[in-house]
């Protein structure tokens, strides 16, 4: 029963990649961990989810344990989170459920879904492998409130988001899916700045953009905040930097100090991915054709993309996420896959005195000055247009079951994920005419 309201309101992960829901439910664990450590800094959707919805997300994962029939029922936040912790602890205990706080240590990225396994049970996930193989799974604080909302009848039509930053008035939004990044700048006062750049997710792990892209974007299940800011350096260099211009400046200058190694929490839990051996090849061979025989590329497969390595760890201002992130590209299109291994691992000694604090990556980023910016107002805003794009999640892309000039409701189904695919379904976030159907479905208000 749950887990078919879960899979007919069409809820994806709201932590990251929009993972569906509904297919990492259906099976059986022994912990069930919800992430609520929101560690990308500036990010404060989660943080209000806690204080405003802890009842509701409580009783979500309390449902959601018994589905799993986990032994352990763990919220993993951060120890500073006192506000927050003391709205989950009141909720869990008004609502009896066995549930345990897991309080981490404020650093960066306590988030990734294998270094929070690693904190909470000491088991290290096998490198290419899942939190399920250490008999674990985890889901994000915002997904249970999805989940509670399913269980009341409402699939997933709207979205709360940061956003932050060079804008007049930051703060979160609740707004249907769809909803135009420009509609958003303008509930939010619109830019202090004029010549802006924007991240679509947090500091470390968001996509950057220029103005020019921002018009172009839309809210969707996975848009966790919006963070506009001026051309800082570090940040635009990532969004200018050409693929042979990062190569190169590889080759000429890595020092190979290990820095980018000793601090990659991946390698910190006992992976074998060395960064500073991915940029020594580099520096000694083209990428070959046959990439699949040689074993330093593939460790590539293991990096989590989360940035350290470039934006902390490198003294040469050096990019080996973005050599990881073309290597994976390059290993992608042959379909090649890193072989799960179950081979005996040893975490870093120095792992707990290695830790990344947020701060010193605002500060490296130059977004330090938006770092004690007040953002707990809510808007909630209803939009006339929409564009709701038919790929929101990890899986095929839903198939569009409407036409346009169909008049539709908030929370009719417009997008089907295909039969026996990986996927979420769709469902129009405001009443309105559909006017367009392509890869995106358009839907306006005003039309009816
Ligand atoms: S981005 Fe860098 S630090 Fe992060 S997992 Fe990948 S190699 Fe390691
Ligand atoms: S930290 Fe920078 S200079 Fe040092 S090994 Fe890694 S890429 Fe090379």
Known sequence: MLLEQIS??????????GFPTAAKYNTKTEYFIINAAE??????????VMNHYAKECVQAIADVGELLEA????????????EEIQALENAIQVLHVPIKLFKMNNFYPAGDEQI????ITGRTVPPGGIPLDVGCVISNISTMLNIYRAQHGKSVTHKLLTITGAVKEPKILEVPI????????????????????????GPMMGKTGTKEDFSQQVVTKTTSGIIITGKQDFIYELLEKEMPQVINKARSSCIQCRLCTELCPRYQIGHPIHPHRIMRHLTVTEIPDDIDDDPIWKEALLCCECGICETIACPMGLMPRQVNIYVKHRLAEKGIRYQKK????????MREYQQVPPVKILLKNGLKQYADLKVNELCKHETNVVTIPMKMHIGAPCEPVVQPGD?????????????????ADIHASIDGIVTAVTTSITIERSAL
Do not use: R, W
């Open 342 to 349: 179950e081979i005996p691992l040893t975490p870093s000694l």
């Open 71 to 82: 032994k352990q029922i763990v919220i993993a936040t951060k120890a500073h989170y006192t």
């Open 178 to 201: 769809g909803t135009s990044f420009t509609e958003c700048l303008t509930l939010a006062g619109g830019a202090t700045i004029d010549d802006f750049m924007f991240i679509n997710g």
């Open 8 to 17: 007919s309101s069409g809820i994806v992960g709201c932590g990251g990649a």
């Open 407 to 423: 008049q539709i409701k908030a929370g009719d189904l417009i997008g089907k994920k295909p039969e026996k695919a990986l996927g």
């Open 116 to 119: 929070m396994v690693f904190e």
């Open 39 to 48: 560690c990308e800094p500036l990010l404060k959707k989660d943080h209000y």
